[in-house]
């Protein structure tokens, strides 16, 4: 399962910021910005800093199939809006 939420804005908005905190350590542990494998796959990336770095964007998900809707429903026992590929056959 997928999700994305607004940490980076919301209720995580001041570790997002930090420039000693998790999310940039993490981030200066991947070569984001010299990388030309990582440039070439992940074109936004580089200049991520300057682009509102806290905000959840550039994401793109296509062609998954994650599950039946009422298997969701079932799973996570919340109302799902959306599944990425609605597929009435899947089995869980």
């Known amino acids: 399962m997928i999700h994305a939420d607004d940490r980076g804005e919301g ?3 001041n570790a997002c910021k930090d ?3 998790i999310f940039m350590t993490l981030l200066e542990q991947v ?3 010299t990388s030309a494998a990582w440039i070439s796959a992940y074109p936004d990336l580089p200049n991520i ?3 509102t770095p806290c905000r959840a964007k550039y ?3 296509q ?3 994650v599950c039946s809707l009422l298997f969701c429903m079932y ?3 919340v109302k799902i ?3 990425m590929s609605h597929t009435p056959n899947n089995q869980p």
Do not use: E, F, S, V
């Open 11 to 13: 209720w995580d908005a």
């Open 19 to 21: 420039p000693t905190g």
């Open 31 to 33: 070569p984001y910005n």
């Open 49 to 51: 800093l300057n682009d």
């Open 59 to 61: 994401n793109i998900i």
């Open 63 to 65: 062609g998954n199939t």
């Open 75 to 77: 799973i996570l026992h």
């Open 81 to 83: 809006h959306k599944c």
